[in-house]
């Protein structure tokens, strides 16, 4: 189905283990990005990506890596995975122009 | 930092009555979004606005962005309960950078 993907959709980890969240998107956009949703903070900018090969920082990278080797893919991965990174992880995609953004149902993790 | 307010926090309303929705910035923003989520989903895009001045209408809900870009509102008609959710509004400054979001409206129609 055409959309956009986030798998797994709920993850248990522990403190210190490496987690990557997966997204996939079958529309051919250029942008995609990744978002955290706390309550008290909303939704934050953790990384983006413009293009394949071609990541930048958001509001709140510290902790995460992103690659983009492929366009239809941003995966996210948490080196060492700490309490407080449990969140509802969104990932999303645009075709630019007005950064119009289409999201993933989301990621919900949580790090015992 | 670009930030985004928006209010009230929370709403709860009879159906049928009407209600609006701010969101408000000292910065200016080239466009502005509003979305809607529903609980254990992703935010759904409503709307764009990126004229100052420039109002749209979705059914019964209207958006109007502010004359300076600064500022949007949200206008529900006739509240109905499948309005319910948080409503978040969103802008870009430009660039490649992702969306600043407001920390949303949890709006609550009653039957």
């Known amino acids: 189905d055409a959309g956009i993907t986030q798998s797994p959709r709920y993850k248990i980890t522990e403190t210190g283990r490496q987690v990557t969240l997966m997204c996939h998107q079958t529309w051919s956009h250029s942008y995609m990005f990744w978002y955290r949703q706390d309550l008290g903070h909303g939704l934050r900018l953790i990384y983006y990506s413009a293009a394949a090969d071609i990541t930048d920082k958001g509001e709140v990278p510290d902790g995460y890596v992103v690659s983009r080797s492929k366009t239809e893919n941003f995966p996210l991965t948490l080196e060492s995975a700490t309490r407080s990174q449990t969140s509802v992880y969104f990932c999303?995609?645009?075709?630019?122009?007005?950064?119009?953004?289409?999201f993933g149902p989301g990621t919900r993790l949580t790090v015992l | 930092t670009q930030l985004l307010e928006q209010s009230p926090q929370f709403l709860s309303i009879q159906e049928g009555e009407n209600l609006t929705v701010y969101c408000n910035s000292s910065s200016v923003f080239s466009s502005l979004q509003w979305y809607r989520q529903e609980p254990g989903e992703g935010p759904v895009l409503l709307v764009t606005?990126?004229?100052?001045?420039e109002v749209k209408k979705l059914k019964r809900l209207t958006f109007q962005f502010g004359d300076a870009r600064k500022d949007s509102s949200l206008h529900i008609t006739a509240a109905q309960p499948g309005d319910t959710g948080l409503y978040l509004c969103a802008g870009t400054g430009g660039g490649a950078d992702g969306l600043t979001f407001g920390k949303g409206t949890h709006l609550i129609i009653q039957p």
């Open positions: 606005v990126v004229t100052g001045g």
């Open positions: 999303a995609s645009s075709g630019k122009y007005y950064n119009e953004q289409f």
